[in-house]
């Protein structure tokens, strides 16, 4: 492979090879699209929320279809940047999880991972930054977290989520991660911390339900994710 073919060329020569397991530069241009496609809407031109939820997260469901189809996700490859399944001969892959509290606005409640989700991935990057996404559950979550290397065990504003919950949505990034917010629409501290082979985020914030496109209330979001590291 060139390193410039269509995405669905590049799976159906993966295939046509033959090959038993998936190189670790070939899972990340696969999978590479797809928190590219929640930046271009969201982070970077702010597009209203128009389209239904469902309709989004059964797209963002289909790229992962086409890995599922090529043998790409296949028990023992390891997740991007360092962070994937757990080994031994014993142990089952480790999986991240989540669990969301909204309080207040549209869809306020609690949202928990999914033990057979669509996506869940987290990645540990050169830079010191973690990225975690995650499509799945019922209702359905389309989370995309970035914590930035800046992040500490005893807090800091270095971290950018964007997710949608069942009916409602947010996002938020004081830190100026991905493009920032305008001054004083949100706050937002995640603390992290690792113990036992995992690293945990906690994130609490303020920041408008943006369910309708518009920035309306401010409400409050609870989120801790723990990764496998």
Do not use: K
């Amino acid at each position: 492979m060139t390193g410039h073919e269509p995405l669905d060329d590049a799976v159906r020569a993966w295939v046509r090879s033959g090959p038993e397991a998936a190189s670790a530069e070939f899972v990340e241009r696969t999978l590479r699209p797809i928190p590219r496609m929640r930046q271009r809407r969201a982070w970077r031109i702010a597009m209203d929320r128009v389209a239904d939820p469902t309709t989004r997260l059964a797209g963002m469901a289909a790229v992962v279809a086409i890995v599922v189809a090529a043998g790409v996700l296949l028990v023992g490859i390891t997740g991007l940047g360092g962070v994937g399944p757990g080994s031994g001969p014993s142990s089952g892959p480790a999986r991240p999880s989540f669990r969301l509290d909204v309080g207040g606005g549209t869809g306020a409640g609690t949202y928990r991972s999914d033990p057979t989700p669509n996506l869940s991935m987290c990645t540990h990057n050169g830079d010191g930054s973690w990225r975690f996404l995650y499509v799945g559950g019922q209702p359905a979550v389309n989370l995309d977290m970035l914590v930035g290397s800046g992040a500490s065990t005893t807090g800091s504003a270095d971290v950018a989520v964007e997710v949608d919950y069942g009916p409602g949505y947010v996002r938020f990034d004081p830190a100026d991660l991905r493009g920032g917010d305008p001054a004083g629409r949100s706050t937002a501290t995640v603390t992290v911390s690792h113990a036992d082979g995992l690293t945990t985020f906690v994130v609490a914030a303020m920041t408008p339900d943006t369910s309708t496109g518009a920035d309306a209330e401010r409400i409050r979001v609870d989120l801790t994710v723990t990764c496998p590291t």
